[in-house]
């Protein structure tokens, strides 16, 4: 096998090219992007019926940030993530980002995931395409806002369905919720102001 390298590697020297090892994630990986957004308001996602939504627009606005999922035993938390955006829809935006990296329970496209929110909790409230939101292929999104290098302070990335991250409105990650606090906790509230 030694011999085949060394030939192989006299050969691409021979022809002006050397043998060389991927040295960077991007090398390694073609479709890692290494451009990393300096603020939560340079991100560009593409929403549940496919079109651009630039993060810019939400300047100004509280955020509520939720991975969510159609079966989870955490999914009924869509009903109060819909009552929370029908009270108080004037001082918070829920943006829910589809993932299926907790139990594959979030295997549909994103047609089904969008007729499943529809049809069971009515949601109004801004859906994205399906995303990762951890692992090797994290989006560029959850990786802002679960490094501490990027977002100010919060190294903690989903550990679950349903996590909850509070984007205030200058677009600093203010608070990170586990799964386990419902969307109407009374500190959600106190955050939004309601």
């Known amino acids: 096998m030694k011999t085949l390298l060394l030939i192989i590697s006299i050969i691409l020297f021979a022809c002006g090219k050397t043998l060389e090892r ?19 308001y340079d991100f560009k996602l593409t929403d549940i019926n496919g ?10 606005k509280k955020l509520l940030l939720v991975n969510v999922a159609s079966k989870c035993g955490y999914t009924k938390q869509y009903a109060q993530l819909q009552e929370l955006y029908a009270a108080h829809g004037d001082k918070i935006m829920i943006l829910g980002f589809p ?35 951890k692992g090797f292929d994290k989006h560029p999104l959850y990786r802002w806002l679960s ?16 996590c909850k991250y509070f984007v205030n409105e200058q677009g600093e990650l203010v608070k990170f919720f586990p799964s386990s606090v419902a969307p109407l906790d009374e500190e959600i509230l106190k955050l939004i102001g309601a």
Do not use: H, R, Y
Request: hydrophobic content about 30%; proline content about 6%.
């Open 99 to 133: 993932a299926n990296n907790f139990g594959g329970q979030e295997p549909g496209s994103n047609e089904e995931i969008k007729a499943f929110c529809d049809a069971e909790f009515g949601v109004t409230f801004p859906m994205f395409e399906k995303i990762s939101v």
């Open 22 to 40: 991927p040295t960077n994630q991007a090398e390694l990986n073609p479709s890692f992007d290494q451009s990393m957004e300096s603020s939560f």
């Open 147 to 162: 490094d501490a290098t990027q977002n100010g302070w919060n190294n903690e990335e989903p550990s679950w369905n349903f």
């Open 51 to 60: 079109k651009e939504v630039d993060f810019s627009e939400f300047k100004g």
